[in-house]
Nanobody, 119 residues
């Protein structure tokens, strides 16, 4: 089993920055993928940043240039730095990890952390 703990959400003004952190814990952690997803009110969950264990990063064009991500494989952490925040960035941000345990791979989600961007 893998547990994902998110932190760093909160209320900010438009234009400000915020950093979200995710820490993965569990046994024999082998995480091919770690990622952050955003779910706005009444909307589906969308990818905002993903990093594989080789360091390759995928950031959608919708947030590219404003959001950056840093993964620390030794600490099993994934930090999302969000700059120039907009009201539409509000919502719940979920940490995701694909974990390889023995011969199987499973997906895990954190509980989510709320981000509110006031205009």
């Amino acid at each position: 089993q893998v547990q994902l703990a998110e932190s760093g959400g909160g209320l900010v003004q438009a234009g400000e920055s915020l950093t979200l952190s995710c820490t993965a814990t569990g046994v024999l952690l082998d995480l091919p993928i770690m990622a952050w997803y955003h779910q706005g009110a009444g909307k589906k969950r969308d990818l905002v940043a993903a990093v594989d264990n080789g360091g390759d990063t995928n950031i959608p064009d919708s947030v590219k240039g404003r959001f950056t991500v840093h993964r620390d494989n030794a600490k099993h952490t994934l930090d999302l730095r969000m700059n120039a925040l907009k009201p539409e960035d509000s919502g719940v941000y979920y940490c995701f990890a694909r974990a390889k345990i023995l011969m199987s791979e499973n997906n895990y989600w954190g509980q989510g952390t709320q981000v509110t961007v006031a205009s």
